[in-house]
């Protein structure tokens, strides 16, 4: 609540905020905390496959 307003905060989450009232459980808490991280935030959604699943493990003694 101090920073709200004052200074950045970055947050990754593979959970979209509109399923994070179910994670989060307690009502008041979820609008407390999407009321502060959502009202200004610059949201950046990404959308298609998981490079992770294209990229190559590389051998660990190589």
Same mark, same amino acid.
């Given at each position: 609540?101090?920073?709200?307003?004052?200074?950045?905060? %970055?947050?990754?989450? @593979? %959970?979209?905020? &509109? @399923?994070?009232? #179910?994670?989060?459980? #307690?009502? +008041?808490?979820? #609008?407390?905390?999407?009321? =502060?991280? %959502?009202?200004? &935030?610059? =949201? %950046?959604?990404?959308?298609?496959?998981?490079?992770?699943? +294209?990229?190559?493990?590389?051998?660990?003694? &190589?």
């Amino acid at each position: 609540e101090e920073r709200y307003g004052r200074r950045s905060t %970055i947050i990754t989450s @593979q %959970i979209p905020p &509109a @399923q994070w009232h #179910d994670v989060i459980g #307690d009502p +008041t808490y979820a #609008d407390a905390i999407l009321d =502060r991280l %959502i009202h200004n &935030a610059h =949201r %950046i959604e990404l959308s298609g496959e998981s490079l992770r699943k +294209t990229r190559k493990s590389s051998p660990k003694n &190589a």
